[in-house]
């Protein structure tokens, strides 16, 4: 029998819900930056450099491996940060499935599947769509018991009292 969340973390459960929702997004939207930097990269073999000495932006062929200190390139690196801002964003992702499968008391394999919408393109946006209604739906449904099994006891106690 698999556990299920305790009613007093739904509250929390809503707030996590949120936080996955929107880091879901960002790390999809900067998952697909990253597919397109390596296209570019590997696929055209250039770079895209701003605010270089030519103008605000720039394609410039890659370096060859370990020439890269003969090639000193003008710019701000746009390749390597968004490669970097993905990587650490990644990790604010890992902590917003954490957030919400540990009060949903999910299995492991779970969390691994939301581990996995960071790192496969478009993963995360099928992801979000599920998750945010499969969590949303049970709460409804759960929270509309309570609801019915306290009022039920409330009318109970005003009879005895009366």
């Known amino acids: 029998m698999q556990l299920q969340p305790k009613p007093e973390d739904y509250p929390r459960i809503r707030r996590s819900l949120r936080v996955y929702k929107v880091t879901s997004v960002i790390t999809g939207v900067m998952l697909l930056l990253l597919c397109a930097v ?3 990269k590997y696929a055209f073999k250039v770079e895209l450099f701003l605010f270089t000495p030519n103008g605000f932006a720039e394609f410039l062929p890659i ?3 370990g020439q890269e200190a003969e090639f000193a390139r003008p710019g701000f690196d746009l390749f390597k940060a ?3 801002a993905h990587g650490w964003f990644y990790v604010v992702y890992l902590i917003a499935n954490f957030m919400l499968w540990s009060p949903m008391r999910w299995n492991f394999a779970k969390f ?3 581990a996995l919408g960071g790192v496969i393109p478009f993963l995360s946006f099928i992801l979000e ?3 945010a209604r499969e969590v949303t739906t049970f709460l409804a449904e759960k929270e509309a018991a309570l609801a019915a099994t ?3 006891s409330d009318s109970h106690r005003q009879e005895g009292t009366a």
Request: proline share 6%; glycine share 12%; hydrophobic share 60%.
């Open 82 to 84: 968004i490669l970097i």
């Open 63 to 65: 370096v060859p491996d």
């Open 150 to 152: 306290s009022g039920s």
């Open 38 to 40: 390596m296209v570019m």
């Open 112 to 114: 691994l599947l939301l």
């Open 129 to 131: 769509g599920r998750i």
